[in-house]
């Protein structure tokens, strides 16, 4: 598997890939143009650390057949973690960093999220532990990786989607879950972070209904303080997990502090 050593250009059919009603996305391919820092992280970095698979009908899908081999891709066999929706690399890049016993997965489809990561691994003297792969989660995970490989799977301040005609579009949906919980292992965790009490009461009903997940805190009390947002009726008093010791502080998580959100936490185990 040869990794790209320029930005994949978007040929013009795909740019609009995921906006089509047979193929609704959790994402928006938003501006693909890297800043000059971002350009040279990389086109030093990407053929190391950026996985190239061979794509199918559209760039954030894995042709049919393409496999990843993660003793081959990380040179060992340990315990992978897979952060969906790792940004511009805050958290993923500080896991990798602080367990090197780990392997470490970042999922992103937007490529300035991915340069901007680059940049934090030079500048933490470069963790072998860490690849990223820039394809549709949903899709490229369960047709990439054998099931019951992941240890653990981090889902961190998702886009909300918070108008009701866009609902469709949130991440954590049944399809999501269809495709990536087979991939946790036996006692393996699900991690999931949001700033939104909308998206966090949407969150409990779809996974505590889950019958191969169960809470790992389920006398945990929701977070203290009054949320700038509206909190909706019914929502759970207790299920919720405190803050992760492994997750930081990300821009996004500070930018919904800053508006006066609260910030929900929740660990699920899988059977």
């Known amino acids: 598997m040869t990794p790209p050593t320029t930005p994949p250009p978007l040929h013009p059919a795909r740019r609009d890939a995921g906006t089509t009603r047979r193929d609704v996305v959790s994402f928006v391919r938003r501006g693909e143009r890297l800043t000059p820092s971002r350009r040279d ?3 030093r970095l990407s053929p190391e650390y950026v996985l190239d698979p061979p794509r199918g009908e559209r760039d954030t899908l894995p042709a049919d057949g ?7 891709v990380f040179g060992r066999r340990a315990e992978l973690v897979v952060e969906v929706g790792s940004g511009l690399g805050e958290n993923i890049v500080a896991a990798a960093t602080a367990h090197p016993e780990r392997d470490h997965l970042g999922v992103e489809v937007y490529l300035p999220g991915l340069a901007q990561t680059l940049s ?5 003297e470069h963790p072998r532990n860490l690849r990223l792969l820039p394809l549709d989660a949903q899709r490229a995970l369960p047709a990439m990786l054998p099931e019951a490989s992941i ?12 108008k009701a005609r866009h609902h469709k579009r949130r991440l954590i949906n049944p399809s999501f879950l269809d495709a990536v919980l087979p991939l946790l292992a036996p006692g393996g965790q699900l991690r999931l972070a949001t700033d939104w009490a909308q998206y966090a009461h949407h969150m409990r009903r779809q996974l505590d209904t889950r019958p191969e997940l169960e809470l790992v805190h389920p006398d945990g009390p929701r977070p203290e303080g009054v ?4 909190v909706p009726e019914g929502m759970a008093t207790t299920g919720w997990a405190p803050r992760y010791g492994g997750r930081v502080k990300t821009s996004f998580e500070a930018k ?11 660990a699920y185990r899988r059977l």
């Open 41 to 43: 992280s990389w086109d």
């Open 66 to 72: 393409a496999r990843l081999d993660l003793e081959e």
């Open 120 to 124: 934090r691994v030079e500048k933490a």
């Open 151 to 162: 240890s653990e799977l981090w889902v961190y301040f998702a886009d909300p989607w918070p």
């Open 227 to 230: 949320s700038s947002d509206s």
């Open 256 to 266: 919904g502090m800053q508006a006066g959100r609260l910030i929900w936490d929740l």
